[in-house]
């Protein structure tokens, strides 16, 4: 699956394509041995903004692991990007520590910058730049030579499908395409951490999946740890490893979603779609939850699943999905015991 150069635009092969096949530079900083596997060592970590009394953040103690994909759940407002700008060096902590490969984050000014891609929610350096010269621009700054950084924009425009739109000014570009830029720039250079706030936000459901498969492929072709934080626990669940929940600035639980989940009651979730003037018959007793007109959420112990199918009327049901317990579940599980 070999990639060629053609007419000036890069193309692969069979039309799929691998990171190892295009010409994206590696990233020229080494990075720092981590014996013990630590990308990021977060301890006791407390923020409260000035004028204000509750903290943003409250006591996070937080490890994140090499080559790993850590998701951070939480509502608007429950710290999620207070707690990554710090991760960051934006946002200088009340109280704490935080330790990314070893070296405390605050000691050097370009650390950060030199081993982490961040993505943040509303980049306004971008906003006088088009996309191609935000994408050479960034290479460059990160010590590329004018012809890497010109293959390096190049290639990211392939990856995220915005070749048509190398020349158009970020203002002009929509909320979505504007999002996909502020990921290509995170990459550039193949940093060995991307932290991304929000990466779907604005999507359509193309450009999700496009983000899902990208990210997976670079953490499964380069080793890249990725740290993303969201409020859509579906979305979440598509690509994670590990996930730490946050309610309220404190972080309630951190895990893989398997392990999680068996603290949260083990009832299969079935839900049911249905036109609302013919709704279905269920047995008398079932633990059933109007969501909407039209769609319920039905609670059912393993043994009752099985009489509960065979029982639907599916001239009535338009469609229906049966599972366990979900990112969502353990999330309103968790906030629930504050």
């Not at 060592?41 to 409260?48: A, I, P, S, W, Y």
């Not at 950060?112 to 891609?117: A, E, I, K, Q």
Request: net charge neutral; charged share 20%; aromatic share 8%.
């Amino acid at each position: 699956m070999g990639g060629r150069m053609a007419n000036g635009e890069w193309r692969m092969a069979n039309g799929g394509w691998r990171f190892a096949d295009l010409p994206i530079c590696e990233w020229r900083f080494a990075i720092c041995d981590c014996a013990d596997g630590v990308v990021y060592d977060v301890r006791g970590l407390v923020k409260v903004y000035p004028g204000q009394t509750r903290p943003a953040n409250q006591a996070i103690t937080l490890q994140v692991y090499q080559g790993e994909i850590f998701g951070m759940l939480g509502e608007n407002g429950a710290g999620k990007s207070t707690l990554v700008r710090q991760m960051v060096n934006l946002l200088r902590p009340t109280f704490g520590s935080i330790e990314l490969f070893g070296q405390p984050v605050g000691q050097d000014p370009l650390y950060v910058p030199l081993h982490v891609g961040y993505m943040p929610q509303e980049p306004h350096a971008l906003n006088n730049l088009s996309v191609g010269e935000a994408l050479f621009f960034t290479a460059h700054l990160r010590e590329m030579s004018r012809a890497e950084a010109g293959r390096e924009r190049d290639a990211l425009l392939h990856v995220w499908q915005m070749q048509e739109l190398r020349h158009r000014y970020s203002p002009r570009l929509s909320g979505g395409q504007r999002r996909l830029l502020r990921l290509a720039v995170a990459m550039v250079g193949s940093p060995p951490v991307l932290i991304l706030d929000e990466p779907t936000n604005d999507l359509d459901p193309q450009r999700r999946r496009l983000v899902w498969d990208v990210l997976r492929r670079l953490n499964h072709e380069r080793g890249t740890t990725i740290i993303f934080i969201t409020h859509d626990a579906i979305e979440a669940e598509k690509i994670i490893q590990r996930v730490g929940i946050m309610h309220d600035g404190r972080l309630v639980a951190v895990g893989q979603p398997g392990e999680l989940k068996q603290h949260v009651d083990q009832k299969l979730r079935l839900e049911l779609f249905f036109s609302p003037e013919a709704p279905p018959g269920l047995p008398p007793g079932t633990n059933c939850r109007p969501l909407e007109p039209g769609r319920w959420l039905v609670f059912l112990e393993r043994d009752q699943v099985m009489a509960v199918l065979n029982g639907l009327n599916l001239e009535r049901i338009e469609d229906f999905r049966l599972q366990s317990a979900t990112l969502e579940d353990l999330y309103l599980h968790y906030a629930a015991q504050l």
